[in-house]
């Protein structure tokens, strides 16, 4: 199973990226999907989530402008975010709830980091 996070990039303040996370390999099942972030010189935190029922959580710091999706087809996340500042400059993780083909136990599984730019 694997997870490969894309469509990071440099923007000016305001602007909209969209990023994308497409799960692979031998999957049985996806639970929860979710982005995580980490800007240089602190921890990594939580951005969004969205439960294998569609319900939604974000951090405070990004309601209102950033939009969780899923394309449960596809196993694929996306991450739309728009009104951009430069504190969200960071390397977006996506992590994924994962029970494989043939385990009885759900994983967690974590893409490769997208790195985000925001100018001012």
């Known amino acids: 199973v694997q997870l490969q996070a894309s469509g990071g990039g440099l923007v000016q303040a305001e602007g909209s990226l969209r990023l994308s996370c497409a799960a692979s390999g031998n999957i049985g099942s996806i639970g929860a999907m979710g982005w995580h972030r980490q800007a240089p010189g602190k921890r990594r935190e939580l951005v969004a989530v969205m439960a294998s029922g569609g319900g939604t959580n974000y951090d405070d710091s990004v309601k209102g402008r950033f939009t969780v999706s899923r394309d449960y087809a596809k196993n694929t996340m996306y991450l739309q975010m728009n009104s951009l500042r430069p504190e969200d400059t960071a390397v977006y993780y996506c992590?994924?709830?994962?029970?494989?083909?043939?385990?009885?136990?759900?994983?967690?599984?974590w893409g490769q980091g997208t790195l985000v730019t925001v100018s001012s």
């Open positions: 992590k994924a709830n994962i029970k494989p083909g043939k385990s009885r136990q759900y994983e967690n599984y």
